[in-house]
T-cell receptor, first 113, second 113 residues
Framework: GENVEQHPSTLSVQEGDSAVIKCTYS??????FPWYKQELGKRPQLIID?????GEKKDQRIAVTLNKTAKHFSLHITETQPEDSAVYFC????????????FGTGTSLTVIP | EADIYQTPRYLVIGTGKKITLECSQT?????MYWYQQDPGMELHLIHY???????EKGDLSSESTVSRIRTEHFPLTLESARPSHTSQYLC????????????FGSGTRLTVV
């Protein structure tokens, strides 16, 4: 089955700096890669996603890149703000499992004012 | 507004009691999932369903059971609660085509004393 690894597990950055979270996946059948943000005490929320036919996607300060050959994808947050502090989860979804999602272990991001 | 609803939000219960955690969605989604999550930690899949009368166990061994008699309803039952069941339980749903990320419920925080 699919195996998703996520690094780092914790990340601290100064406000205004960039943050990068990386994930690798094992199943070449994975064709959809969502990212979730979970603030303390709240539900995970989808913040950006990318499909396997695209190499990069941007939404304001957030971007995701995908390298299918190397089987890794990354979340980039620019100009970080304190409200970006949260736990971030990546996921991969193989088309041959009915697109069940396999989650990474999470990255706790702290933005220091 | 279409969403996924979980009740109760918080539950404290004694050891040995039977409990049912409710999950309903108005998203029109076929697929529903139950995850167990300690605060800010990894998401563990315990049950999923791809449609009415279809249920499967996930990766995490669980003493719970689920049912899917109606498309919009996916309750989770613990026949005999134990302190080791203390955790947060998140329900999620997803559509089929085009594939999009899960929508998560707000969770039930369960404490077994």
């Amino acid at each position: 089955g699919e195996n998703v690894e996520q690094h780092p597990s914790t990340l601290s950055v100064q406000e205004g700096d960039s943050a990068v979270i990386k994930c690798t996946y094992s199943d070449s059948a994975s064709n959809y890669f969502p990212w979730y943000k979970q603030e303390l005490g709240k539900r995970p929320q989808l913040i950006i996603d990318i499909r396997s036919n695209v190499g990069e996607k941007k939404d304001q300060r957030i971007a995701v890149t995908l390298n299918k050959t190397a089987k890794h994808f990354s979340l980039h947050i620019t100009e970080t703000q304190p409200e970006d502090s949260a736990v971030y989860f990546c996921a991969a979804s193989p088309r041959d499992t009915g697109n069940q999602f396999y989650f990474g272990t999470g990255t706790s991001l702290t933005v220091i004012p | 507004e279409a969403d996924i609803y979980q009740t109760p939000r918080y539950l404290v219960i004694g050891t040995g009691k039977k409990i049912t955690l409710e999950c309903s969605q108005t998203m029109g989604h076929d697929k529903m999932y139950w995850y167990q999550q300690d605060p800010g930690m990894e998401l563990h899949l315990i049950h999923y369903s791809y449609g009415v009368n279809s249920t499967e166990k996930g990766d995490l061994s669980s003493e719970s059971t689920v049912s899917r008699i109606r498309t919009e309803h996916f309750p989770l039952t613990l026949e005999s609660a134990r302190p080791s069941h203390t955790s947060q339980y998140l329900c999620a749903s997803s559509g089929t085509e085009p594939i999009r990320g899960y929508t998560f419920g707000s969770g039930t925080r369960l404490t077994v004393v």
